[in-house]
């Protein structure tokens, strides 16, 4: 699978990247491109367009992308994974009082994106970075350990 979204990630992006290569398809391609073009590079590499307005893998009413992949393509038999799209959905849409650790995962992220900015990460390097923070609360939330896998 191919799937193309912005640069700069942050909360959604960084947690629907983890979903995507944990739980499915270790071998995706994840493209990082500027806003404006996520829809055309999308379309002309026949990917999969998300967190970007207007596009099926995107925020819908009170959810986020992650909220729409896991609907889609990930697996929904997973208690651990629900229990944490509502962590990834408070903190991504700015309701740091959805979850007990909403405005947690908020907070770090803000500190993953200074650190990317002050260290030059590219978007992968910052989700190498924060892969532990949703492993951790994945496992938290009761989730199969055999189910995770090393960062990219």
Same mark, same amino acid.
Request: glycine share 16%.
């Given at each position: 699978m191919k799937w193309v979204t912005r640069t700069g990630v942050r909360i959604d992006r960084v947690s629907?990247?983890?979903l995507i290569w944990t739980f499915i398809d270790p071998e995706a391609e994840i493209l990082f491109v500027p806003t404006e073009e996520v829809v055309a590079v999308a379309e002309r *590499?026949? !990917?999969i367009p998300f967190d970007v307005? !207007?596009?099926a893998m995107g925020?819908? !009413?009170n959810e986020c992308a992650f909220d729409a992949i896991l609907q889609k393509y990930g697996p929904? @038999? @997973?208690p651990a994974l629900e229990k944490l799209a509502a962590v990834v959905r408070g903190a991504d849409t700015r309701r740091p009082d959805l979850t007990p650790q909403s405005g947690g995962m908020d907070a770090l992220a803000h500190g993953y994106k200074t650190l990317m900015q002050l260290a030059g990460y @590219?978007? *992968?390097e910052s989700? &190498?970075?924060q892969w532990h923070n949703y492993d951790a609360l994945y496992l938290f939330f009761g989730g199969d350990p055999a189910?995770? &896998?090393e960062p990219i």
């Open positions: 629907s990247s983890w *590499e026949g !990917g307005p !207007g596009v925020h819908h !009413g929904m @038999d @997973d @590219d978007n *992968e989700i &190498r970075r189910k995770l &896998r």
